[in-house]
């Protein structure tokens, strides 16, 4: 039973590149998350799909990053014009559908994104 | 604006003794608290949970302990083991999903 999926596992690109991260939940989950952590610090939420479904994205950067969720295929996270700010662990995390699940989440194993 | 706070980075224990890792946090709308536990390269992986309404929850080594009146919480290991090393968030949430508020984490390493 194959846990949440991320690749690449590590990613780096130069400053004024596009970065894509991509995330396949675990199998029969279907709300997926993307988190956050910067160098020294704790994981912060970016937001919440569910399929073909933006749920809460009240933690994404208003410019240049987006995310989806398509019926087929992985979750994509989505960095446009990369810079070296943007350079973190992002970590994907999925949970079952149905219930509340009061934040016990799957995370996978991350993508380290280097900006140069 | 730190809603979720880990003042110690760092504890170090001897094997067999009891850790106690401590979590702060500011906002009263919060009702579950969690712990996660990261090795390095890794993904969190969750560890025990609380729910506001309770004060206490016990699984196996593991428990947390909720002061909801002085806003803090904390997870105590007993007996440590050298497997525990890890690091520790506390997050927390106010939402039936996974939006979490995590702390910065305590690094805990357990000595044979």
């Known amino acids: 039973n194959a846990g949440v999926m991320q690749n690449p596992r590590h990613l780096v690109r130069r400053r004024g590149q596009e970065a894509r991260l991509r995330c396949s939940p675990m199998?029969?989950?279907?709300?997926v998350y993307w988190y956050r952590q910067l160098p020294e610090e704790g994981l912060k939420f970016m937001v919440y799909?569910?399929?073909?479904?933006?749920?809460?994205e009240s933690g994404m950067p208003k410019e240049r990053f987006s995310a989806e969720f398509p019926k087929e295929g992985p979750s994509i996270l989505r960095i446009q014009q990369v810079v070296r700010g943007d350079s973190a662990a992002y970590f994907c995390?999925?949970?079952?559908?149905?219930?509340?699940?009061?934040?016990?989440?799957?995370f996978g194993e991350g993508s380290r994104l280097t900006v140069l | 604006d730190q809603q979720v706070k880990q003042n110690s980075p760092s504890l170090s224990v001897q094997e067999g003794r009891i850790s106690i890792l401590n979590c702060d946090y500011t906002?009263?709308?919060?009702?579950?608290f969690l712990w996660y536990k990261k090795y390095p390269a890794e993904g969190p992986t969750f560890l025990i949970s609380?729910?506001?309404?309770?004060d206490k929850n016990e699984d196996g080594r593991f428990t947390v302990f909720l002061n909801k009146s002085a806003k803090h919480l904390s997870l105590h290991i007993v007996p440590s083991q050298p497997g525990d090393s890890a690091v520790y968030f506390c997050?927390?949430?106010?939402?039936?999903?996974?939006?979490?508020?995590f702390g910065q984490g305590t690094i805990l390493t357990v000595h044979p």
């Open positions: 995390a999925s949970s079952p559908p149905g219930q509340a699940i009061n934040g016990e989440l799957f």
């Open positions: 906002n009263s709308m919060f009702d579950y």
């Open positions: 609380i729910s506001s309404i309770k």
């Open positions: 997050a927390a949430t106010r939402t039936s999903y996974g939006k979490l508020t």
């Open positions: 799909l569910q399929k073909e479904n933006i749920i809460d």
């Open positions: 199998k029969g989950h279907s709300h």
